[in-house]
């Protein structure tokens, strides 16, 4: 959210509404709209793929749980390895018993 801190929709042409077609005689009003809406679904997609999954896999993992039956679960790293840490100790003890 850093990245459009400050930045106003007013500024960026091609998200201005588009003037008012022409009543009669042609649809190049409705061409222009078809392409913008093209043209932020475009961004949108690269948005999604560039930026905010490979930030959600930096910041979670996904792990499957047997126990309830294959359900996908996300955890936040950080707790993802305190839990990693805590069954090697269990296994290493019960190894050592």
Do not use: K
């Not at 359900?71 to 090697?88: K, S, T």
């Amino acid at each position: 959210h850093l990245l459009l801190r400050g930045m106003r929709t007013s500024e960026c042409a091609w998200m201005q509404p588009l003037p008012a077609a022409a009543p009669r005689g042609g649809t190049a009003g409705a061409a222009a709209e078809r392409r913008r809406q093209a043209d932020l679904a475009s961004l949108l997609r690269w948005l999604a793929h560039r930026l905010l999954l490979p930030l959600a896999r930096r910041v979670f993992v996904a792990s499957r749980n047997t126990a309830s039956g294959g359900a996908r679960f996300y955890w936040p790293r950080g707790v993802w390895i305190r839990l990693q840490r805590l069954a090697l100790r269990r296994g290493e003890r019960a190894q050592l018993e």
